[in-house]
């Protein structure tokens, strides 16, 4: 009988210590929410690491984002060095499959051959690689539907190599430099 008492003492203890545990677990977890700041289903906002000279305008949607799997920035020596503009030569992979990254510049949809062209409207130097960029969509060529077909903004990010060359070149002679980057597409 003792231990039937005892056995019943303690269950009871145990079921107003899960209790009391639950309760101030809920108001916690209840204060903890009301007093952090509700996310906004509105745009997502770009990469806080971005800096604002090179972010599209406010109120765009991110349409997709493209990692380079194989590009060069190519280089035409002119007075004797490469300092000049860039050509790109690129592949790029992501959220809409496969783009083809070239002369304009200008990006096409391999899935289904939309195309944009782009000015470049604002740039971050960074050391050591070619700069990151913003890019102003110029033109729309392709279906009304295609992957590229609402883009009005790029941005070229998280650059590494693509710096042109310093050595000593003959005019006219041109040089592929391998580079990386993210590109992402707004609209």
């Known amino acids: 009988m003792r231990t039937s008492l005892r056995t019943a003492m303690l269950g009871t203890a145990a ?9 101030v677990t809920f108001n916690a977890s209840a204060a903890e929410t009301s007093a952090r700041p509700r996310p906004v289903a509105s745009t997502p906002a770009p990469s806080a ?14 349409i997709g984002t493209y990692q380079v799997v194989t590009g060069t920035q190519t280089y035409t020596c002119a007075n004797g060095s490469f300092a000049g503009a860039s050509v790109p030569e690129a592949k790029l992979l992501g ?15 391999t899935r289904d051959e939309s195309l944009v062209t782009a000015t470049k409207i604002a740039e971050k130097p960074r050391t050591g690689t070619i700069a990151e ?4 969509v110029a033109t729309h060529e392709g279906p009304a539907t295609g992957v590229l077909a609402k883009a009005q903004y790029i941005q070229r990010l ?4 693509g710096v042109a060359p310093t ?4 005019d006219g002679q041109t040089a592929a430099v ?8 707004w609209g």
């Open 15 to 23: 079921v107003a210590v899960v209790g009391a545990l639950t309760a």
């Open 49 to 62: 690491s971005t800096p604002p000279s090179i972010n599209p305008p406010a109120g765009l949607r991110r």
């Open 95 to 109: 959220t809409g499959g496969w783009l083809h990254h070239f002369k304009g510049p200008s990006w096409q949809s």
């Open 133 to 136: 960029l913003l890019l102003q």
């Open 158 to 161: 998280n650059t590494t190599g």
């Open 167 to 170: 050595r000593a070149c003959t």
């Open 178 to 185: 391998r580079y990386g980057a993210t590109y992402v597409f």
